[in-house]
């Protein structure tokens, strides 16, 4: 199976002159994406299974650069630019990198970093204009080993790496491959970071189908993403539901002109307004809310969409998830808690790290995701998490992660994150049990959680009290502070 | 006029209402964008245009949408329209 499908895969990229990236005016094709993978695997040096980072923006070569590695049969760690270096170095020190190929500047202490460990360093840009050539010409991969490493948030204030092996995540492209009605020569948005796991979804359907990729590059295209499907034609939309109730914050009542057929939606609770304004207003013909976990192969469930789903579950006000993907098996515990196992779960944590959230039962070993599903009407919905993970713009996040460092500061004794979802616009809020004699400034706080944690992971208000609400063990009562919060009795 | 629109009139008092509004801050300043204040993120963002179409009855292009994303801009686009 690994071997077809890398075969597939290669042939796709190879033997193509359509169109691979489309950029406004800027478009290449497979046959210009082949010509420079074959540059950036000369560099490669015939290695396999290296863990190689890319840090890099959307430019082409960076999708030739992941596209080399991954048919080089090496290791793909996607790190996003611009996370501060204190985290990274964390994420690096448990990762152990043997490369790092990169085309924005690399902050320095990565560079010391890199050096001071020999980790090889790489500038796409001049691999990609190199002289010497190599081609892929391997292909038996073994399905156990790992093709890429993600991070997610992790509560002790470090990111858990999680593998994802060739069986595990290829068996959920196979899924969409079937599921999804894909035509030739489609052009799908690259909406999110790579290191967001959607990126599986769209890297390797559009190729697979024949199609193009259309980045959005800049945050102000993120921010209101209409000009850049509408100019780039995209057929394809994949983005968490929060992308298209922007869009329906402002235009409510409009017919938002596209060529949209496809919107592949995921990462977040969809509610059932945000549908009706997908299939009425952005005309969709075919909606799909996919849901799954970074351990467990980017996505376990779906639910073709319809508008008979309007009054169907209008009592829950979202959308199910839906049912499990083939290859997936699945079981509530006695808290109703999903635990996932089959061909996609993960081996471990990198450094076996939080193991306790892998168990063993009756000899088959499942994932406890913390989310809590429930069935209605024949189709499983997500209803809340068993801990203090929470969902922002798709990212999943541990409250604890953020609050660890927000008890670094001087004068903060205890740390309660919260999300107020109250309004349209969910805000991320910290309250912060003081020293009697300490004065903390917002400003500052703020400041010094920014060179810790990226940007969105920064709570937006913070508030500050003298004693946190406790429970009889002594416990910080979290409920009674969501509570305070909501009554507005913090200030 | 380019980026001289005058202090005084970017703060105009019923353009700061509207920010303040949909901000949701207490205060905001000539040279605010939407990457210093914390509060103003995507989705406020949208509430801002909205709620500026709606006071100047205006519809902004979507270019204009990604584009007006400071108290400046937002300012400069006003003043050219006569609207300000």
Redesign the interface.
């Known amino acids: 199976m690994t071997q077809t499908f890398y075969q597939r895969l290669h042939a796709c990229i190879s033997a193509s002159h359509s169109p691979a990236y489309r950029y406004f005016e800027q478009e290449y094709s497979y046959a210009q994406m082949y010509a420079v993978m074959k540059k950036i695997n000369a560099h490669l040096n015939g290695c396999t299974q290296k863990k190689i980072v890319i840090y890099g923006d959307k430019e082409f070569e960076v999708y030739a650069a992941i596209y080399s590695v991954i048919l080089s049969n090496n290791i793909w760690v996607p790190i996003t630019p611009g996370y501060p270096w204190p985290r990274l170095q964390g994420m690096m020190e448990l990762l152990e990198p043997d490369m790092v190929l990169y085309n924005t500047p690399l902050p320095e202490e990565f560079r010391a970093y890199a050096e001071s460990h020999s980790v090889a360093l790489k500038n796409i840009n001049e691999m990609a204009a190199g002289e010497a050539e190599a081609p892929f010409t391997k292909f038996d991969f073994r399905k156990n080993d790992s093709a890429y490493i993600m991070f997610t948030s992790g509560s002790t204030g470090v990111p858990k790496g999680v593998p994802m092996t060739h069986e595990n995540y290829i068996n959920f492209i196979d899924n969409a491959l079937k599921i999804i009605p894909f035509r030739k020569g489609e052009v799908f948005s690259d909406y999110h970071d790579f290191a967001f796991d959607i990126s599986i979804f769209y890297l390797f359907c559009a190729p697979l189908t024949g199609s193009a990729l259309s980045p959005i590059k800049k945050d102000e295209e993120r921010i209101f993403p209409v000009a850049h499907f509408q100019k780039n034609k995209v057929t394809v939309w994949s983005s968490v539901p929060s992308v298209i109730a922007r869009i329906q914050k402002l235009r409510p009542a409009e017919v938002i002109q596209n060529d949209f057929h496809i919107s592949f939606i995921c990462g977040e609770p969809f509610r059932l307004d945000v549908l009706r304004y997908c299939l009425e207003n952005l005309r969709c013909e075919k909606v799909y809310n996919f849901y799954g976990l970074t351990e467990t192969g980017v996505e376990n469930f779906y639910h073709e969409c319809s508008p008979a789903d309007l009054a169907r579950f209008d009592e829950k006000g979202f959308v199910p998830i839906g049912q499990p993907l083939l290859g997936n098996e699945i079981r509530l515990n006695a808290d109703g808690e999903l635990l996932i196992s089959g061909c996609q779960l993960t081996p471990m944590y990198l450094a076996g790290r939080e193991a306790h959230r892998f168990e063993v039962i009756d000899g088959t070993r499942w994932y406890h995701t913390g989310d809590i599903v429930e069935k209605y009407k024949g189709e499983y919905f997500c209803k809340g998490r068993v801990d203090s993970q929470v969902k922002l713009s798709g990212y999943r996040i541990e409250l604890m992660d953020i609050e660890v460092q927000v008890r670094h500061f001087p004068g903060v004794k205890e740390a309660v994150c919260l999300v107020d979802d109250s309004q349209s616009a969910k805000l991320l809020v910290c309250v912060c049990e003081k020293a009697a004699d300490a004065v903390i400034e917002s400003k500052a706080i703020k400041a010094a959680l920014a060179k810790h944690l990226p940007e969105y992971m920064v709570p937006k208000k913070f508030f500050f009290v003298q004693d946190m609400p406790r429970n009889t063990n002594g416990k910080l009562d979290r409920k009674r502070i969501r509570e305070m919060y909501f009554q507005g009795a913090l200030t | 006029m380019n980026d001289a629109v005058d202090a005084k009139r970017m703060m105009d008092p019923r353009l700061k209402r509207i920010l303040l509004g949909a901000l949701l801050v207490d205060d905001i300043a000539a040279d605010d964008t ?1 990457e210093t204040v ?2 103003w ?7 801002l ?2 709620a500026l ?1 709606q006071e100047y009855k205006v519809v902004f ?3 204009e ?3 007006l ?1 400071s108290v400046r801009a937002i300012a400069k686009f006003l003043e050219e329209r006569g609207l300000l």
């Open positions: 939407i914390d509060l993120d995507s989705m406020r963002h949208m509430e245009m909205a179409e292009e979507p270019e949408i990604i584009r994303t």
